[in-house]
């Protein structure tokens, strides 16, 4: 359950902007807003994690084939500066959640569809959930940014299938370690 009042509270906000931010949530799928019985934060399945990488897989090979195409050298630059890591031991888990998002949206600008970012943009988001909902069970976070190494290289090599390739996997992988964890089937490493 979400308490308006206590958002207010906290936020030092008036009911408005909670409101509408609670409103955008929902657009969002991240909050169910039931009329005269509250505001819930959205309930995530089994279903709904297969839907959203079903989703996700051929959006994000999309995307990554357009950026292959489209992509300019000052993308792959930034994507290169976000992913030089000196010390992986020291780099936190919400560092490298911030790497990986960071790698997508990248991608995302480079194949330069407004459309397809937007469906990107909240997919990825409704993923995000999942990996701070699961964090504390998840393997090892440094897996997912190295993929986006590999994804880079084929990237900046303009290698439009070895991309689509590797972005596959990295998303396959996600869901495969995040549909274990949803099923009781791993621990942290």
């Known amino acids: 359950v979400i308490n308006e009042g206590a958002l207010q509270a906290e936020l030092e906000l ?3 902007p909670i409101r509408e931010a609670l409103q955008r949530l929902e657009r969002e799928q991240l909050v169910t807003i039931v009329p005269r019985r509250g505001n819930f934060v959205t309930e995530i399945s089994i279903n709904d994690l297969h839907q959203i990488f079903e989703v996700r897989m051929e959006t994000e090979a999309l995307a990554t084939r357009l950026a292959a195409d489209r992509g300019t050298a000052a993308h792959w630059k930034e994507m290169a500066q976000i992913l030089d890591i000196r010390d992986w031991k020291a780099t936190s888990d919400q560092v ?3 790497i990986d998002e960071a790698c997508h949206h990248i ?4 194949a330069d569809n407004r459309y397809l ?3 990107l943009s909240t997919h990825y988001t409704l993923s995000l959930r999942l990996w701070y909902l699961f964090l504390h069970r998840i393997g090892d976070m440094r897996t997912a940014v190295r993929e986006h190494q590999q994804i880079y290289e084929c990237l900046r ?5 070895a991309a689509v390739r590797s972005m596959k996997q990295h998303i396959q992988r996600f869901q495969t370690e995040i549909q274990a964890v949803m099923l009781g089937a791993t621990a942290r490493h």
Do not use: F, P
């Open 107 to 110: 991608i995302y600008d480079a």
């Open 117 to 119: 970012q937007e469906t």
């Open 157 to 161: 090599n303009g290698d439009a299938d």
């Open 96 to 98: 490298l959640i911030d």
């Open 14 to 16: 008036g009911r408005t």
